[in-house]
């Protein structure tokens, strides 16, 4: 199973859990689960189009943009949510 | 410094004159207090006296009354169907209070009449029946229990669910890593600090301003000086409740921003009052409003602990970290957790992030936003640590130092990063090794860190009969990214960087761009422009093909030059652009991109030296150097302006600024007369030393460079005058008063 790293801004949902074990063979498969396990992160990681345009998905440290992107099972998965700056 | 894994380039690292000069040193620039349109009328916000109030009523009837007054709008003509002004969301009422007012200075009502002076007189005509509450001022005031409520819907986000009473804590984030506490106690050194900034304001040069026309059918232009055309025109619509689709935003030129003109202000108030008129709508703020009306960012409290082993290894850092997000809910803490570790490879690592509203205007972003109070905490630590254990401080970031593969604040392993780099640069720098000799003089340094993003972006490429070419940009050019832009076009298709002609266009002429913010445009917007690049190459293959009659594919492109399978027949872009273009159909391709989050981070590092006088407590800044991982400095002189001012307005911050209140929160120093920002009467020559760590995630090797250089001076100078007076300085800003109170000099 993959590894999901819960940003801080999300651990209210989690309870404060941080680190999520989830399985799938791609990105979109992983995130379902995760949804799965935590309902309330639905509306803050995915809408009825995928990705929601204020997160970011990281696979073993590289960004991924399209939700098919394999996943291996001892990857870890990180969520951004998107901060810009000045 | 350049690295020895920086390719060579044609354009890139050149330093050509900028094509927006002549216009904005002779006056002839168009910024957004400018526009004018026939027809147009002047419209004036009306602007809350207290602090905290509940609105009972407003009676526009007098103002409506008054000779030459077209239209009065409150928040209740925003409303739709069925709502009430209590119903507003938050984003509508920073630009039109609803039933509540959190800040002294916010928008209650705005008149649009003949003239300005008309507009002026009516609005004095309003009558707001207010209820005034008790304000609360200081971020750690607002957390306690019985502080004033502002909003009594507010209950806390935390890691274990909602809280349970109303409260002025937005959220607690929480991040952990490691077991901080057990190793706290194994540590050899521990030094600790409780830290204070102040609410200070980004200072750019142009106030607020922006004109509106609504069509009869519906369709709605804007002209703007504002951060992204595209965000700004879809904040108006969800505010107006329009399609965005309907609205046309017209970006002008734009005099600073630095993040504070990323909300919006008057859009949807000019456009709703030229709905009510049938006439162009202009709004512009004075200084008065752009301070007590728009967004700083925010004051903060930060309680810290840095522990290490006797030979100097960072083991543990704890931190507590309270930020002001003004009169509503923000996010600036979580920013804060996701940053303040950033420079160290540190196991054990605890940070409660706390984001608190204050009865303040609603905080924006300032360069790296949050960065720079959690780095003036952190820095000033390691500071205190390299003096216990009786080490250079440089030497000390050293050992301890990110690098690729570290894991930052957020979990996640760095990419190809250059703080060793810079830390290195700074210890062989001659700055560093000029001694510092003379009474009340210190020397200070202190590193800093910004993500930097990529997000979306498109550019239009546009090939002219003359082999030149027309870059169409969306991104709003806050820093001289037209020009930045256009010479990695003119590197990508092989032309001078004088063929590319770049203009920033309206909404309706180009693919979607996110907000200029976060050091991206030259970074992701350059991607974009590096897709068009490519694709027109691709293009004018296609067209050659035929005109050659070969294969496409078969065709090269090396240099700036096509040339033929064979080598028998061959042009520079601009030859072929002519042959294929010029007797042809016209040509324009496009390039968008999502560059996403991860741009790579940026570092920054600099050396400042002070001279405290002790009699005045005025802090003289003698020498200062910035230092910074630039990835690829696509024009020198812009990345190093970009150094110097972010050095400049951290001086500031460190030394003098600071929104200051009566117990009532009315701000007392909302003009450049009371609120002191450096001139260049008070600051040196900034020196830059560019370090150049290409990064791998942009085609040339592009960091963004605007954040990072506003991180590191506030600790900088602080660790300075500490050495230069033996007192640590934990709050800002480092005024005279402040340093005589510090060092005894008077009572506090």
């Known amino acids: 199973m993959a590894t999901v790293i819960i940003p801080a801004v ?15 063979s791609n990105v979109r498969e992983v995130i379902d689960d995760l949804v799965r396990q935590y309902g309330g992160l639905r509306d803050r990681v995915i809408d009825e189009n995928g990705v929601r345009p204020e997160v970011f998905i990281a696979v073993s440290g590289h960004e991924v943009f399209d939700l098919a992107t394999a996943v291996a099972p001892d990857a870890e998965v990180n969520i951004l949510p998107a901060i810009a700056g000045g | 410094m350049v690295m020895a894994d920086k390719p060579q380039y044609r354009v890139i690292g050149t330093r050509p004159l900028r094509p927006d000069a002549i216009d904005k040193v002779t006056g002839r620039a168009q910024y957004g207090a400018d526009t004018r349109q026939s027809g147009m009328l002047r419209g004036y916000v009306l602007r809350s006296p207290h602090a905290h109030a509940n609105i009972r009523s407003i009676d526009t009837s007098k103002a409506l009354a008054y000779p030459g007054v077209k239209a009065v709008i409150t928040a209740a003509d925003f409303c739709l169907p069925g709502q009430t002004v209590a119903d507003l969301p938050d984003l509508t009422t920073n630009i039109l209070a609803g039933s509540k007012v959190y800040y002294h200075g916010q928008a209650v009502a705005a008149v649009a009449a003949i003239s300005d002076e008309v507009a002026r007189e009516a609005a004095r005509l309003i009558d707001v029946d207010y209820e005034v509450l008790q304000p609360v001022l200081d971020v750690r005031e607002a957390m306690l229990p019985g502080a004033p409520v502002l909003h009594e819907a507010m209950r806390t986000r935390t890691p274990e669910g ?20 057990a190793a706290l106690a194994d540590c050899d050194v521990v030094v600790e600090g409780d830290f204070s900034t102040r609410m200070v304001h980004q200072g750019y040069i142009e106030p607020q301003a922006a004109t ?23 904040a108006t619509a969800t505010i107006l409740n329009h399609p965005s689709s309907k609205i046309k935003v017209v970006l002008t030129e734009i005099g600073g921003g630095f993040g504070g003109k990323i909300a919006v202000y008057l859009e949807p108030v000019a456009a709703m009052l030229s709905k009510k008129t049938g006439h162009p709508v202009k709004l512009q703020m004075d200084r008065v409003d752009v301070f007590e009306g728009t967004g700083p960012t925010p004051g903060t409290s930060i309680r810290a602990k840095l522990g290490a082993t006797k030979d100097g290894n960072f083991k543990v850092y704890m931190a507590d970290m309270a930020y002001e997000n003004g009169a509503y809910a923000g996010t600036a803490a979580n920013y804060a957790t996701m940053v303040a570790t950033a420079c160290y490879d540190i196991e054990h690592v605890r940070l409660d992030g706390y984001d608190v509203v204050v009865n303040k205007p609603r905080t924006q972003d300032y360069r790296a936003p949050s960065s720079p109070a959690a780095a003036f905490a952190m820095e000033q ?42 830390v290195q640069a700074a210890l062989d720098s001659d700055h560093y090794n000029s001694p510092l000799e003379g009474p009340n003089r210190g020397r200070g340094t202190a590193s800093g860190y910004w993500f930097n993003v990529g997000l979306r972006s498109s550019v239009n490429v546009t090939v002219q009969p003359d082999g030149t070419v027309a870059l169409s940009v969306g991104s709003t050019d806050l820093s001289g990214t037209r020009t930045s832009l256009a010479m990695q076009l003119a590197e990508t298709i092989g032309v001078d960087f004088e063929d590319v002609k770049a203009a920033v266009v309206d909404t309706d002429s180009v693919g ?51 040339s033929s399978p064979d080598g028998s027949k061959s042009g520079t872009f601009k030859e072929i652009a002519q042959l294929v ?21 940026g570092f920054a590092h600099h050396i400042v030296d002070v001279e405290v006088d002790p009699d005045t407590g005025k802090v003289q800044i003698l020498r200062y150097t910035a230092i910074q991982d630039v990835g690829t400095a696509i024009h020198p002189a812009y990345v190093e302006g970009q150094l110097q001012g972010g050095a400049v307005q951290g001086i500031g911050w ?72 033996g007192v640590r300085q934990y709050q800002l800003p480092m005024s005279p008063r402040r340093i005589l109170q510090t060092t005894g000099k008077i009572e506090e």
């Open chain 2, 162 to 181: 909602p809280g349970a009473e109303p409260s002025n804590i937005v959220a607690h984030a929480v991040v952990v890593f490691g077991d901080p506490e």
């Open chain 1, 10 to 24: 999300l651990r209210p949902v989690t309870g404060g859990v941080t680190k999520v074990d989830a399985a799938g």
């Open chain 2, 212 to 234: 509106a026309m609504w069509n009869p059918d519906g369709q709605v232009t804007i002209w703007t000086a504002h951060q992204g055309s595209f965000p700004a025109r879809q």
């Open chain 2, 381 to 422: 630590l390691v500071d205190q640590m390299a003096e216990k254990l009786n080490m250079d401080p440089e030497k000390l970031r050293l050992q301890n130092s990110s690098r690729e593969g570290t894991r930052g604040s957020m979990g996640m392993p760095f990419a190809r990063i250059g703080h060793e780099e810079i």
């Open chain 2, 512 to 562: 979607y761009n996110d907000v200029t913010a976060g050091s991206r445009v030259t970074f992701g917007t350059g991607m974009a422009t590096y897709e068009a690049g490519k694709n027109l190459i691709a293009a004018m293959k296609e067209r050659l093909a035929t005109t050659w009659n070969v294969p496409a594919d078969d065709i090269q492109f090396e240099a700036g030059k096509f």
């Open chain 2, 581 to 601: 273009v010029g007797r042809g159909p016209g040509l324009t391709v496009s390039g968008s991109v999502n560059a996403g989050f991860l741009q790579g981070g």
């Open chain 2, 654 to 725: 460190a030394l003098n600024e600071e929104y200051f209140y009566d117990d009532n929160g009315r701000m007392l120093n909302s003009s450049f007369l009371d609120y002191r920002m450096p001139t260049t009467l008070d600051v040196p020559m900034i020196d830059t030393i560019l370090v150049e760590v290409p990064n791998p995630l942009h085609p040339y090797g592009v960091r963004g460079v605007g954040e990072p250089p506003i991180v590191p001076p506030l600790a900088a100078i602080a660790n300075a005058v500490a050495h230069a007076t």
